[in-house]
């Protein structure tokens, strides 16, 4: 299936954009970011606090599937416009990542489709590179522990 | 190849962007390609060695000259990089939109 989402990272910048329509009136998918139950099951983490509202502070635990927390997430909310915009820092707990800049952006297209703007400035442009990385990083581990898994039963 | 290389650090380079927008469409050799710039020839010569070694051109001998190309598949590999990055989002975007689907027919 053709991926839906774009992003756009130039070279040398410190910030990247993800743009992305999707099937859904737009009360729907600001509700996905708003409700915390929701945020929940399609993020895939435990919502700890989400204080959606200006000065609200939102904390994400993620565990694997042992239930081990593997990491933190954690923010401020600076503004928080029902149906139009959010604007939050976002922060991996004890990560050399740094605190990024995130602006979200909703907008109507027609009464069933909508579309997100999520733009994300960070630090530096070092810090900005390492993040894109690092999906690519995570899943070469997911193959090495693969392949140990395998390794070690074979033993 | 040279491993001190990398091939990020190679296309960060604004003139070596240029170089292998000229070899896109086709083979130069390094006089030729230098004459494109106003740089000091050393200078582009180096550029060139840099995007060499780090496979994004190729060498080919034609007689006396050495003509450069430009080696698609290794760029092919840079636009990769991005992808699971994509992808993730990608999934968890598709996710939001299967949830809120369910959430909107239960009301």
Known sequence: ?155 | MNLRRDVFQAIADPTRRSILLLLASQSMTAGAIAANFDTARPTISKHIQILTECDLLRQEQSGREIYYHFNPNKMKEIAEWLMPFAKMWDDRFNKLETIMKKYKSKK
């Open chain 1, 1 to 155: 299936m053709e991926q839906k989402t774009r992003i756009n990272a130039e070279d040398g910048k410190q910030e990247l954009v993800i743009t992305r329509e999707f099937d859904l009136p737009l009360e729907l998918l600001f509700k996905a970011y708003a409700e915390p139950d929701i945020v929940e099951q399609w993020m895939g983490t435990k919502v700890l606090r989400l204080e959606s509202k200006k000065h609200g502070s939102y904390q994400f635990e993620t565990s694997d599937a042992q239930g081990n927390v593997i990491f933190r997430v954690n923010g401020t909310i600076h503004e928080f416009s029902p149906n139009r915009k959010i604007t939050r820092t976002f922060e991996m707990e004890n990560t050399p990542f740094g605190v990024q800049l995130e602006i979200y952006e909703f907008e109507q297209l027609t009464d069933n489709t909508s579309k997100l703007n999520m733009h994300v400035i960070y630090e530096s442009v070092a810090q900005r590179d390492q993040v894109l990385k690092l999906p690519f990083a995570q899943g070469l581990n997911m193959a090495h522990n693969r392949i140990q898994d395998i390794i070690s039963k074979l033993k």
